[in-house]
DNA sequence: GCGACTTTGACAACCGTTTTCATTTTGTCG
DNA sequence: CGACAAAATGAAAACGGTTGTCAAAGTCGC
């Protein structure tokens, strides 16, 4: 049985940004879902597994989950003030990764990478305002 | 009075890598060291604050607090297994970073970067074991 | 010593997340 | 179409790291 899963995957493709558990749930709520926070949790969780969507935790360690276009490995520019989010390459920064590692004999070398800062129409805005 | 936040960051400087907060305190108790863990707490975001200790989050969500040699700016090569850490220079990352964050139009851009693996005595370890 | 201010720490509250478990739904075999 | 086993659901309780509360203890200037 998928279709709450899907439910919740489609909620998240709706947005533009990262979004936490309790986020998608209210907002499915606001549209008139019946459904309970223990199942988006799960949903979630069972996305972040499958590789459908991409996780990562916020400063005050909230996870958020966002619905990315490619399956394959990129990494985030995130804009801090409306979350609006871009998927970007960094082959550079694989290779850096693996050097590193191989340097001091560490094996199994993963990474995370996020970069963050304020996109342009929010620093218009900002100038504007 | 700073004795409390002093022995807090002893007892993390005598730390290889990273460790929780209750990890901390669970050591200066042992240590025979008379010190709440409210006053760790707060001892450790104070130090945060004040740039004298790095932080990040583990996957669990749980803050993770380390003593670095150096005041500059630098990422971590972490062991997932010993949580031995290397700290690391990436002027090419930073670069990386800016260049990624410019051609979308975003300014004040950081970027948080850690790479995680098996460093080499517990790789052979396991090799071992 | 005395009052004003700061620091401390036991404990309770918080909050996101996970677990529990009874109920509902789904899939499947007759 | 039943009927039953397995999976999914969700309300409520438990959990765990962290933060807030507040009274007691410590520190400083006098």
Chains 1, 2 share one sequence.
Do not use: N
Request: hydrophobic share 35%; net charge negative; glycine share 10%.
């Amino acid at each position: 049985m998928t279709t709450r899963r899907d439910a919740v995957h489609d909620t998240l493709r709706r947005s533009e940004g990262f979004r936490s558990a309790q986020d998608v749930y209210a907002e499915m709520r606001q549209d008139g879902a019946k459904i309970g926070l223990t199942t988006v949790y799960r949903a979630l969780q069972a996305l972040a597994d499958g590789g459908q969507v991409d996780v990562l935790r916020t400063d005050e360690g909230e996870s958020v989950y966002r619905a990315c276009a490619t399956d394959a490995h990129h990494h985030h520019l995130v804009c801090r003030r409306c979350g609006h989010t871009v998927e970007v390459a960094g082959p550079a920064v694989e290779r850096w990764a693996e050097a590193v590692g191989g340097e001091h004999g560490f094996t199994e070398v993963t990474h995370t990478v996020e970069v963050f800062g304020t996109c342009a129409s929010c620093s218009s805005a900002v100038r504007a305002g």
